[in-house]
Structure formats: C-alpha cells, structure tokens
C-alpha cells in the first residue's frame, strides 16, 4: 500500500478540534487491513478511524481528528503516524503548531518556491511575517529563528530584536551546514513578548546537487522537465544539420572555384 503524503502539517489553537485526512491506497493483490499507531506528538490529542480494510487497487481516506486542549503548551509539536498492514509498515511524519488562545501575537514562516530544495552549503532564505493582536502600539519582540530537524533539534539558532506596531515581515537567511544528511528540514520561527509565545514553521528539503538543479529546470518549465530537455535535443539537431550543410556548402564553392581557375 501507499500512503498519499510523506508529512501531515496543520495548526491549531488551544481548545480547537481540527479534522486531517489520510489517503491510503492498495497496491497489492488482495486486501488488506490498515492499523495505525502514533507517537511522539506531546498535549495534542489524535483520534482516527482504523483499522480500515481496503480491496485491491482501492483507496480509502482515514480521518485523523486532533484536539488540542486549552492547557496545551503553545509550540511546534512533531510526530510520526504508523501504518501497518500486510506485513508491511509505512511511516510518516506530523507537525502540529499550537497556537495561544488569546494570544497578543502570532507569527508566519513562509519559505519561497526557490528555497523549498536547497543542498549543503546552500542559504535558505525565509519570510517571517509578524502580528500585532493586541494595542497597536511599537513593542519589542524577540524573534528566534533556526534550522530545525523533524525530531525537533535546532541545528541552527538565531536571535534578533525588533519593534513591531501591528504587522511586520523580516526576511532572514541561514547557511545549511555542509556536512548535514538529505531529507525534510524546518525553517522555524518563534517570537517571545512578556512571557508569550508565538511560532511558526515552513518545511524544505536537503537534495543533492544534481537533484536540485533537476528540479530547479522543472520549475521553470510550465510542462516539466521534459519539455526543455526535448527542446535542447532538437536545437542541436538543427544546428548540426545547419553546419553540415555550410561546410558542404563551402566545399562545392572551393571545387567551382578550382574548375574556373583551372
């Protein structure tokens, strides 16, 4: 079976009650009776509806409900859903930010379509957009920002402080270091007024190089990577065939030339 996405990641605020669904889909041959079991996600309440049969080359979506309660500790929350069924298992991970209640700010990570797959040694690059929910007047905040593992392990870690009166966006820059491994990353956010807490997180990806060029020539394309690899194949065809035909050209010109002098 195959499982449609690798990461779950929602928010949700204090004392809210939040519906995700699941799309699990049956590759093999015979049925097959899907389990699930989740772990690792701390004051945030999951609730789902397996185990689920799905027939062969059937799909079947399983909703996951998520209840936050109002004493949940306001923060990025990672875990990870298992899915068991015909011998085999298929995890993936799940990021829920809990957000304060009545909180008097909020923030939101954007990372742009150009720093979603980035390599070692690259800079990842992120918006930080931040609200002023209480009195409109000029504040400090603290902003903390990081490169963070989906265990929830801060590779990076920065701090910067600022005035903010109702809205604010901060752009900020983190090297990914050399030597670390391929996979998802969170570029995270957290700002800290008089004892609150506010945080968001956007999610990209470690490639290699070649993969990243490979899908940077995707992005351009509105077709694909395909597309302009067909059309470089068929230009250097063409220019071949323009050569040819000038030194051919060029040679039938020289043997004219030759006869007359002659």
Not at 32 to 57: C, H, K, M, W, Y
Not at 67 to 74: H, I, L, N
Not at 91 to 104: F, Q
Request: hydrophobic share 40%.
């Amino acid at each position: 079976f195959t499982i449609g996405d690798d990461i779950i990641k929602t928010e949700i605020k204090q004392g809210a009650i939040r519906e995700e669904t699941i799309t699990i889909t049956n590759i093999g041959t015979s049925s097959v009776t899907i389990n699930e079991d989740i772990e690792g996600v701390e004051d945030v309440s999951l609730v789902q509806d397996t185990p689920v049969t799905i027939a062969p080359g059937e799909s079947a979506e399983i909703r996951l409900q998520i209840f936050a309660s109002e004493s949940a500790e306001p923060g990025v929350k990672i875990g990870k859903i298992s899915f068991t069924g015909g011998g085999v298992k298929r995890v993936i991970d799940i990021i829920i930010d809990v957000k304060e209640l009545n909180a008097l700010f909020d923030i939101q990570a954007v990372v742009p379509k150009t720093y979603e797959y980035v390599s070692p040694g690259d800079m990842v690059e992120g918006d930080f957009i931040i609200f002023n929910l209480g009195d409109p007047i000029e504040v400090d905040v603290l902003l903390s920002y990081s490169i963070r593992t989906l265990e929830g392990n801060d590779i990076i870690l920065q701090e910067d402080t600022f005035a903010v009166t109702e809205q604010k966006k901060v752009t900020r820059s983190l090297k990914v270091p050399e030597d670390i491994e391929s996979g998802y990353y969170l570029f995270y956010g957290k700002t800290t007024y008089q004892g609150q807490v506010a945080s968001s997180s956007a999610l990209f990806q470690v490639v290699d190089e070649a993969t990243k060029v490979a899908i940077q020539v995707q992005q351009v394309s509105p077709y694909g990577g395909a597309i302009p690899i067909t059309i470089i194949l068929v230009a250097i065809m063409l220019l071949f065939s323009v050569i040819v035909l000038l030194y051919r050209g060029g040679a039938i010109g020289s043997q004219s030339m030759k006869k007359v002098e002659i």
